[in-house]
Structure formats: structure tokens, C-alpha cells
């Protein structure tokens, strides 16, 4: 199993920026897929903002394309979501995800609030 946990959430201005972390308790390279998911509070299932299959290149959600940036440390063994221009509809619980051994594991989830 898969321990991943979030973190970086917080509150934040229009036009702000927060950078996401999700730290994973193994060595990435074992894990082909990886992504950031956010559940809004219109919404109750999550929906994409960002993902990156191993060695292949990053896919955006189209509302996020240019403001967020996904990236991966491996040495740190860190999933980031750097975003920037933040909006009021960002405004939500984001996870991240992995796919290990055919299994999608996801963490607890961590709280962005956008907000004048």
C-alpha cells in the first residue's frame, strides 16, 4: 500500500498562489501514473486538474491550462502543483493520486480556499 500525504493548501487572494506537495511513502519509480484531482464544492465527484504518466508529458484540465504546473521530485519523493492566478473556482479539496500495481491510491486531501 501506498501512503501518500498532501499538503500546502490554505487561503489565498484572487490572483494569488499556492504550491501543493504530496509526499509519497515510495520510490516513484515504480509508479507509471500520477496526478492531482480536486473535488469542488458544487461537486461531489473529483474531477482532473493535472497528471503525468512516467517519461511522458503533462496533461491539464482545460479551466487550469497556463496557471497550474505539475511537476515531480524524485529525490524527494514529492508530487507538486504549483499554482498560480488563482481563481474563486479553484476553490476546492485537492488530491493527489498514484497508479501502483494497478491499484489508484489517493491521500486524504488538502483544502484550497480562494477568496477576497
Known amino acids: 500500500q501506498v501512503q501518500l500525504v498532501e499538503s500546502g493548501g490554505g487561503f489565498v487572494q484572487p490572483g494569488g498562489s499556492l504550491r501543493l506537495s504530496c509526499t509519497v511513502s515510495?520510490?516513484?519509480?515504480?509508479?507509471?501514473?500520477m496526478g492531482w484531482y480536486r473535488r469542488t464544492p458544487r461537486k461531489s465527484a473529483r474531477e482532473l486538474v493535472a497528471?503525468?504518466?512516467?517519461?511522458?508529458?503533462?496533461k491539464y484540465a482545460d479551466s487550469v491550462k497556463g496557471r497550474f504546473t505539475i511537476s515531480t521530485d524524485d529525490r524527494e519523493n514529492t508530487i507538486n502543483l504549483q499554482m498560480s492566478n488563482l481563481k474563486p473556482e479553484d476553490t476546492a479539496v485537492y488530491y493527489c493520486?498514484?497508479?501502483?500495481?494497478?491499484?489508484?491510491?489517493w491521500g486524504q486531501g488538502t483544502q484550497v480556499t480562494v477568496s477576497s
Open positions: 493520486t498514484v497508479l501502483y500495481r494497478r491499484t489508484n491510491c
Open positions: 497528471s503525468i504518466f512516467s517519461g511522458g508529458q503533462p
Open positions: 515510495i520510490n516513484m519509480f515504480s509508479l507509471k501514473y
